[in-house]
């Protein structure tokens, strides 16, 4: 469960779905004065070096992030391409922010931030990139972070669910946490990112969210060819209770892009 490590796979296509559509959620939530809170379970390093021999072995940042900067997907006024210039202009052109990262260019000083990682290396270089002031990092199962902070003050607010997936049983415990995290903070949002696979392992997940017949939801799935052959995913999801106002138009707009990768 511990040996997953993004750096392998930052920037990739399903990087650029998933935060492009939390940038513009957290873009719109961030409209009024009023503070929120924001929570991730799986936070990762938060910061990646897209020339690091990771990266570069995959191949998957220049077929993700910089394959779309060259298409032009995201102009200058878009809040994922803003926060992104933001990191890049502080850590180097080749920098890749993170979900938390990302968020923490968005997010202001009233806003709360907390953030969970278990794997060791990857929670000291989180802990290490926020100072105290700008985020709460624990190294902390992140579904039972969120339980213990849930209903948060300030009640408004977002939560990012990131998991590698790398344990079958992650797919059968996210609709009965986020069935018992909704009835503790209904307000909420909820967004839940998740690998669109050729053995339909993620089917009976989404299936079960859907039953929970949950206020505003969006299902937004994109599909790309696999990264190397064999590879089994083809695409990358997102669903979200009480979708921000905004939310299916940007997802639309993602969806036109994405087809015409095909």
């Not at 995959?58 to 210039?85: C, M, N, R, S």
């Not at 990131?162 to 986020?178: G, L, N, R």
Request: glycine share 6%.
């Amino acid at each position: 469960m511990l040996s997953y490590q993004h750096i392998y796979h930052a920037g990739n296509l399903a990087d650029v779905q998933k935060h492009a559509l939390l940038c513009q959620m957290l873009a719109y939530l961030t409209v009024k004065d009023k503070p929120l809170s924001y929570f991730e379970t799986h936070s990762g390093r938060g910061l990646y070096g897209l020339d690091a021999a990771e990266a570069v072995k995959t191949g998957e940042a220049k077929a993700g992030i910089d394959a779309v900067a060259d298409l032009g997907w995201f102009d200058a006024a878009h809040p994922y391409e803003q926060a992104l210039q933001t990191v890049r202009d502080q850590h180097g052109p080749r920098s890749y922010p993170g979900s938390p990262l990302l968020a923490r260019q968005l997010l202001r000083d009233q806003d709360r931030m907390s953030l969970a990682e278990l794997h060791p290396q990857e929670h000291a270089a989180l802990d290490d990139l926020f100072p105290r002031r700008q985020a709460n990092v624990v190294k902390q199962d992140g579904y039972q972070m969120v339980m213990e902070r849930t209903p948060p003050e300030p009640r408004r607010g977002l939560l990012l669910i990131d998991p590698a997936y790398e344990v079958k049983s992650e797919y059968d415990a996210i609709p009965s946490f986020v069935a018992k995290l909704h009835r503790k903070w209904n307000v909420g949002v909820i967004a839940i990112w998740y690998p669109v696979l050729t053995t339909g392992a993620h089917k009976p997940m989404l299936k079960a969210l859907e039953a929970l017949d949950l206020p505003k939801v969006l299902r937004h799935e994109v599909s790309f060819g696999p990264a190397r052959q064999g590879h089994r995913m083809v695409g990358s999801g997102m669903f979200v209770v009480n979708t921000p106002f905004g939310t299916e138009k940007e997802a639309a707009r993602l969806s036109s892009l994405y087809n015409k990768l095909s």
